[in-house]
């Protein structure tokens, strides 16, 4: 490699590891900037992280890929296959969702065996079911194909998208566009609860994320064998062959600036990184309101900050059983008998109900690896208020966790109690003080259509030059494939390293 680790390339600091921060220190790599990657935690992978206990091996957070290609992409990038690290398996069918009545709704990508589950619940909305498919792929090719990848930091991108996102409903919820399809309401929640998966609520997200249906079925939906944190562990060892370099156990404190133009990192503890450019992967409002508190803004001040709609939190509960529940499918729905109620009591009321909606992750279904011989690891998530409800989870948590376990008993787990051999809670407060997410929000700010887009805080900030964000606060927004998607838009907008290298001289 030519010059692959010299010292005078232009220097590129990430913060945070998360899969935007690791996605964007690749680009940046093959762009030819000489990069550091600067994370708080001691492992990489940010909501992806690995917990390993009692021989059982937990993927903190996301379970389900999709869009693999924009993963593949980065290998293609360091001039490597994805295959050559990571393992990844097509899982379908994708889900089962279980109704409050026992009702069981499986998603696959098979347009036959959709339509004969449609059929099953309610013969009268196979027609609408047939529209909404094709209508979520017209969707798909604006808003997914098209837009995703802009970056939205000219006015002149809105106004040109526009028409196209009036025309597609983007003005609409997901569950409004949603019900013009189904009558059925069992039909209307397996075909809107998306947004739920990347913090919006269906009833108030923008009808653009009807894609997700569409992106599953079109690029499948996956596993990584192992579990996620193979991923993880592969784009890191992508970095270090680079040349870059990541950082565990370092807490930025504050990023520098000098004559308006972003200089560096201070890092907790005081110790100074200088940069010519700096990328935060960072919770967005974290970094503006903390990370650059020294620095007067004018667009995302603390006031506008503090009244932006944070995504809900979670509760995730990571369990291990000494035996193994062979019914239980790997990506289980076990739905309580609220819907729209639900959502508003936990993204507009914020309060903490009896009830609850779960997503239950069974990965040694399909990789025994992750436990020991015989045995299950399993997480379930139950989505909650963010923090601005109040709760006290030091003492909230553990009775929570009881329900959950009692549902799950009730539902699909009859014995659960009597098996459990290891277990690790994770709540609202480890999202805040783990993360830094502002309000322990699990997926930042609320895919809203007044919070997306041009309205979502810029991948160019908006504040200080040479200053770019990634990740889930900023466009086109939350899970793997939007953060990812995030840091592919940096190859648009940040700076030429020979440039740099040229005004240097
Ligand atoms: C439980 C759960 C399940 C999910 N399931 C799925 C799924 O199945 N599929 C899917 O596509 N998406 C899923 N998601 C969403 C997806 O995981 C996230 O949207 C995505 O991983 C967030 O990536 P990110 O780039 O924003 O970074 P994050 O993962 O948020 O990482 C940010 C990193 O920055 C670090 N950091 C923050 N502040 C500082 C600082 N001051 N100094 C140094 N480091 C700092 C943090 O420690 C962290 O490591 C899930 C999320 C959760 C929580």
Known sequence: MP????????????????????????????????????????????????????????????????????????????????????????????????????????????????????????PDDVPGFERFIRESERIYEVAFHQLADQPFHRVATLLRSAPDMLRLGGHRTVYTKVSRYFRNEKLRIAFSFHPLLIGGNPFTTTAYYCLVGHLERLH?????????????????????????????????????????????????????????????????????????????????????????????????????????????????????????GLLRDIFKRKVLTPDFSLYLHRPTANDPSLAPPGC????????????ASGTDWSTEAEPYRQRIQQRLEETVMPGLGGCIVTSRLLTPQDFRDRLLSVNGAAFSLEPQLFQSAWFRPHNVSEEVEGLFLVGAGTHPGAGVPGVVSSARILDQVVPDPAMLRATAR
């Not at 650059?292 to 809900?312: C, G, I, N, P, V």
């Open 376 to 387: 299950d690891a399993f997480y379930v998530l139950a989505p909650v208020p963010n923090l």
């Open 3 to 122: 010059d692959a680790f010299s010292e005078s390339r232009p220097h590129a600091v990430v913060i945070g590891s998360g899969f935007g921060g690791l996605a964007a220190a690749i680009r940046l790599g093959a762009r030819g900037y000489r990069v550091t990657v600067v994370e708080k935690l001691d492992a990489p992978g940010g909501r992806a992280y690995v917990y390993r206990q009692d021989g059982f091996t937990f993927d903190a957070g996301p379970t389900i890929i999709t869009a693999p290609y924009l993963l593949e992409e980065l290998w293609t990038l360091c001039g490597r296959r994805m295959a050559d690290d990571v393992e990844l398996r097509r899982i379908d069918p994708f889900y089962d969702i279980r109704f409050d009545d026992g009702t069981v709704f499986r998603a696959t990508a098979d347009y036959d065996a959709m339509r004969a589950e449609v059929a099953r619940i309610e």
């Open 220 to 340: 499948g939906v996956h596993y990584a064998m192992g579990g996620t944190g193979a991923i993880v562990a592969g784009l890191v060892r992508l970095i270090e062959d680079q040349g870059g370099t990541l950082r565990l156990n370092a807490e930025v404190e504050q990023i520098t600036v000098e004559n308006g133009r972003a200089s560096g990192l201070r890092l907790v503890g005081g110790e100074r990184i200088a940069a010519d450019i700096v990328v935060s992967n960072a919770d967005v409002g974290w970094t503006y309101t903390k990370l650059l508190s020294e620095h007067k803004r004018r667009r995302w001040t603390d006031r506008k900050l503090k009244r932006a709609r944070y995504s809900m939190s979670l509760v995730v509960w990571y369990f291990g059983t000494n035996k193994r529940f062979e019914d239980v499918y790997q990506h289980t729905m076990v739905l309580g008998p609220r819907y729209e």
